[in-house]
């Protein structure tokens, strides 16, 4: 049927001899771009909508539950420097909400002033990822939420209970933790500071118009974009990039056709995961990144190596799927790429007005 419908609009515009000629050319540029719209919808649109998800509206956890009074005290926690020793930084130095949850460094600044050894990956979504950290280390955004604070490249804080005992000299804080957390007989402790993070961050949800075309509007995809789409999934880039997140969802060997620092140039190698577990099938194993808001998270690769998404795509391609693309099909992928760009919540850019020395 939809056949029938796209042959009769062409016979009707194509041929239509009256008229302006500027409209009449318009009028066919719309009807051939609306026939290829639709072969790509009939080709690849039902794919597209089975292996790439919406995003539901929070990343819930029912062992954390969202409550508003958990979130605000979260997001004050987020935007907070006395989370680091020395008070130079806050999450949000590294994972900046301004900038799509990233600070656009190679490697990010810790609080006694030296670089990491990663790079610092987008906090947006990042909930909804079944595992944290490039090597996966943390199961979900409550244990990664505490990590950071007690790294010494990182915030520094010397242990749990130094941090605990700051916020509770604080006028600010024990308040708020016991309106967060008001079954608790000792609210503001360790665990409460990752659950309130967490909870924060379960809200940092960047939804698309890619979002309103797997809900079923179809027009919200340009036919650049929809090309884009069908080249994004005929080169095999869905196989490690799927779900809500487009990643995010396993870990995968950065380079199974060639060692990927040949192409990157990256010096340290890094070993990935084996770091963690001295596991020799783990070496080079990173977390596959999400692909939502990847126009705006420069630089790329787990050690940000990389300045471009062009030459990132162009890497990977060659790497992971042994394929040279053609200059259409990186423009291509490109511009389906862009579409993944989402909407930052306006009010999370909001730095708490609690946060000033007399706090």
């Known amino acids: 049927m939809k056949n029938v419908f796209v042959f009769l609009l062409l016979s009707l515009l194509l041929f239509n001899c009256g008229g302006d000629k500027s409209k009449n050319d318009e009028s066919k540029k719309q009807a051939q771009d609306y026939a290829e ?15 790439f998800k919406p995003l539901p ?60 050894d990663r790079n610092s990956p987008t906090v947006y979504n990042a909930a909804f990822h ?25 915030m520094a804080i010397p242990s749990e209970e130094f941090l605990v005992k700051r916020l509770s000299e604080t006028a600010l804080y024990p308040p708020l933790f016991a309106e967060a957390f008001p079954e608790e007989s000792d609210p503001l402790s360790y665990k409460n500071i990752e659950n309130a993070l967490a909870a924060f961050e379960r809200t940092l949800v960047t939804p698309s118009r890619f979002d309103d075309y797997l809900n079923g509007k179809r027009a919200a995809l340009s036919l650049e974009e929809k ?24 870990l995968q060997k ?28 783990d070496k080079y ?48 992928i490109i511009v389906f790429l862009n579409a993944l760009t989402g909407e930052v919540p306006a009010d999370a850019l909001v730095v708490p007005a609690e946060l000033n020395p007399a706090s």
């Open 285 to 332: 194993m990173f977390k596959v990144p999400t692909l939502r808001n990847v126009a705006k998270t420069a630089p790329y690769f787990h050690d940000g190596s990389i300045a471009t998404l062009e030459e990132a795509v162009t890497i990977i391609a060659k790497v992971n799927l042994n394929k040279d693309l053609t200059d259409e099909e990186l423009k291509s």
């Open 57 to 116: 509206a929070v990343a819930e956890n029912p062992d954390n539950p969202i409550t508003e009074s958990k979130v605000k005290l979260g997001k004050l926690l987020y935007y907070d420097n006395r989370l680091s020793l020395n008070e130079t930084q806050s999450c949000n130095t590294c994972h900046d909400l301004a900038t799509f949850g990233v600070d656009n460094e190679q490697f990010s600044e810790g609080d006694a002033g030296n670089d990491g």
């Open 37 to 51: 719209s639709m072969k790509i919808e009939e080709e690849v649109g039902d794919m597209a909508r089975s292996m």
């Open 130 to 154: 079944t595992s944290q950290f490039w090597d996966g280390r943390a199961q979900d955004v409550e244990e990664q939420a505490g990590m950071p604070i007690l790294n010494p490249l990182e």
């Open 227 to 250: 090309k884009g789409m069908k080249t994004f999934i005929d080169v095999g880039c869905m196989t490690c990039h799927t779900g809500s997140q487009l990643g995010g969802n396993m």
């Open 254 to 281: 950065f380079g199974v056709y060639d060692m990927y620092w040949n192409h990157t140039g990256s010096d340290p190698v890094d070993d990935g995961r084996f770091k963690e577990t001295g596991n020799e099938a």
